[in-house]
């Protein structure tokens, strides 16, 4: 009978010293936001566009950074995590992108109140680490234009752009995804402008 009162005194307080052990910390991280231009010396498009909704694989719409281990290989680092959801840091970024090059009336998200010329929307499909012979980032978008009158497309632009990460360190696989992004918008950012640029210009 001591020997098993002893036991089970043994096993609590072992699973006592177990317990207060703390637990691993998660760490979160963001994308920067770009410093703001000056006016557009092209002048300001007379349109106000909205930034609709983007699409992503659930696992891109949790906060957990994402790597890709293979073909077929996806899986998340369950320490290391997004401040959002990457789809909401795609938008905001886009958003605020446009926002900031200054060749808009105004440029707001869907779901508030103003009312849009034009729908800006689009499709996240990745947004991750790659493991291979070397580390890399991979991001992989596609943006459309549309009239939100007769919901057709007028412009639509896909990008899908593979970045070396310099180390292997989290932080750097961050910064790498941040440059990796800014690229991507850049280009939908200029390819809008093309369009409006050709739509406003004089027939002859």
Known sequence: MRRMISFAMISLLAAGLGSCGSARPVRYYTLQLPAAPGPSAAGVYPFTLLVGRIQAPEILQEEPIVYRTGPNGIDTYPYHHWVEPPVQLVRDRLARCLRDSGKYRSVVQLGSSLQGDFVLRGKLYDFEEVDA??????????????DPKTHTALWTHYYSHRDPVPGKTIPEVVTALDHNLEQGLSEISAGLDAYFSARLSPKR
């Not at 012979?133 to 549309?146: A, D, P, S």
């Open 133 to 146: 012979e070397r580390i890399e980032t991979l991001v992989t978008m596609e943006f459309e234009l549309v």
